[in-house]
């Protein structure tokens, strides 16, 4: 599918997305606002990107969880964000003679021992470093919604096809979950464009804010342009969403890290597709408008 010749005036641009028709994601999300979804699970309240944070992503009713994947030293895909393993494991205590502690550099049996609970709080203590298989796992069990990342793709030549091969292996490249529960994302063009070659049907979202000149090579290949939210405008978000992607949709924009209500509210009013979240509670709420700044 061929990219829309970028509009030549902010005008031309707004009144390209109004006329475009509803996203994937807001069709899927089925209520008012922009999708929530909960950034590494619901990180505020459960130790980020292991089971317990999907499990309260689920308890807070939120369908949408994103995570972050990169690969072991013997090959195996877990969730982490870091590249090293130190900041949300007890790493250093565990292999003190092993700095610095990158998850490239150990085995996935040794990551399972790790304890990546206790830095977050008491409660949690004993949770560990999930292998995606045990990741989507616990997704489908909530029947939520993934937005996968690929993380720092270049120290992991050849980690799409695995994370594809994981996906179809768990059932989770059948029509029910590419049409609207899956996307894979990843800060890397080369890796979003790898994943839409290895497997057209999923969807994909390539991290950032390039430049709208860009927009038309990127859209042969993405579905989403998923930036930070302090980097954007009406203008932009506008311009993104006047695209085609590979799917005879529009360009999607899912926004990150929002946190506080009232930048919720104001990355909303750009009329983002979804916005990525610690607190996917407090983000609802205030993109729904049952909450004031006092409740927050």
């Known amino acids: 599918m061929h990219a829309r010749a970028v509009a030549a005036t902010t005008t031309a641009l707004l009144g390209a997305a109004l006329l475009a028709p509803a996203s994937l994601a807001q069709a899927s999300h089925?209520?008012?606002?922009?999708?929530?979804?909960?950034?590494?699970?619901?990180?505020?309240?459960?130790?980020?990107?292991?089971?317990?944070?999907?499990?309260?992503?689920?308890?807070?009713?939120?369908?949408?969880v994103e995570n972050d994947v990169q690969r072991?030293?013997?090959?195996?895909?877990?969730?982490?964000?870091?590249?090293?393993?130190?900041?949300?494991?007890?790493?250093e205590e565990v292999f003190p003679d092993r700095a610095p502690w990158n998850v490239k550099d150990f085995t996935a049996a040794e990551i399972a021992r790790l304890d990546a609970g206790?830095?977050?709080g008491a409660a949690y203590a004993g949770a560990r470093v999930p292998t995606l298989e045990q990741y989507v796992g616990r997704v489908e069990r909530h029947h939520q919604k993934l937005l996968l990342e690929i993380k720092s793709p270049e120290l992991y030549p050849g980690i799409e096809r695995e994370t594809l091969k994981v996906l179809g292996n768990e059932g989770w490249l059948d029509r029910r979950h590419?049409?609207?529960r899956l996307v894979v994302q990843s800060f890397g063009v080369d890796c979003v464009r790898?994943?839409?070659?290895?497997?057209?049907?999923?969807?994909?979202?390539?991290?950032g804010t390039p430049r709208v000149s860009d927009l038309p090579a990127y859209a042969e290949f993405t579905d989403q342009i998923n930036p930070s939210y302090d980097s954007l405008s009406l203008g932009y978000v506008s311009a993104v969403q006047a695209f085609t992607g590979p799917h005879g949709?529009?360009?999607?924009?899912?926004?990150w890290t929002v946190d506080e209500a009232a930048d919720a509210r104001l990355t909303a009013?750009?009329?983002?597709?979804g916005i990525i979240t610690n607190r996917p509670d407090v983000i609802r709420d205030?993109?729904?408008?049952?909450a004031s700044d006092g409740e927050v």
């Open 72 to 91: 072991t030293k013997d090959g195996e895909l877990v969730v982490i964000h870091d590249e090293s393993l130190r900041r949300t494991t007890d790493v």
């Open 286 to 290: 205030a993109t729904r408008g049952e």
């Open 30 to 64: 089925g209520g008012p606002g922009p999708v929530v979804v909960a950034h590494r699970g619901a990180s505020a309240y459960a130790p980020e990107n292991t089971l317990a944070a999907v499990d309260k992503a689920a308890e807070l009713g939120i369908d949408w």
């Open 194 to 207: 790898t994943v839409h070659e290895l497997k057209p049907a999923v969807r994909t979202g390539l991290l």
């Open 118 to 120: 206790s830095w977050f």
């Open 249 to 255: 949709r529009p360009l999607e924009v899912f926004a």
């Open 269 to 273: 009013g750009y009329g983002v597709d």
């Open 178 to 180: 590419v049409s609207g």
